[in-house]
Nanobody, 126 residues
Framework: QVQLVESGGGLVQPGGSLRLSCAASGATLDYYAIGWFRQAPGKEREGVSCIAIRYGITYYADSVKGRFTVSRDNAKNTVYLQMNSMKPEDTGVYYC???????????????????WGQGTQVTVSS
């Protein structure tokens, strides 16, 4: 049973950067896929990015492509989301989620991720 804890959220100005961390415990993330999702108040939760840990295969939503980068540090059993050139519409609670993945698959289908962290707030504002 894997547990996930997000950290690194906060307040940033438009154009600024933040790095979120998703630290896992209870299982080694090899053969897992990790997804990043976000939810703004009053809006549906949406997929942001994902990574298949063993193979490093990544995917990005069009809204963040070219600005965000997902990566992993296997020694720390941690996944990161580097967010650059941030926009006000990036504001929301960011969640990481995990599923067991034996193949090189990574997607943003929320129903396929059974394990979720508690979320961390990101606010982009002047």
């Amino acid at each position: 049973q894997v547990q996930l804890v997000e950290s690194g959220g906060g307040l940033v100005q438009p154009g600024g950067s933040l790095r979120l961390s998703c630290a896992a415990s209870g299982a080694t993330l090899d053969y897992y896929a990790i997804g990043w999702f976000r939810q703004a108040p009053g809006k549906e939760r949406e997929g942001v990015s994902c990574i298949a840990i063993r193979y490093g295969i990544t995917y990005y939503a069009d809204s963040v492509k070219g600005r965000f980068t997902v990566s992993r540090d296997n020694a720390k059993n941690t996944v990161y989301l580097q967010m650059n050139s941030m926009k006000p519409e990036d504001t929301g609670v960011y969640y990481c989620a995990a599923r067991q993945e034996l193949f090189r698959l990574c997607d943003l289908s929320q129903s396929r991720y059974p394990y979720w962290g508690q979320g961390t707030q990101v606010t982009v504002s002047s």
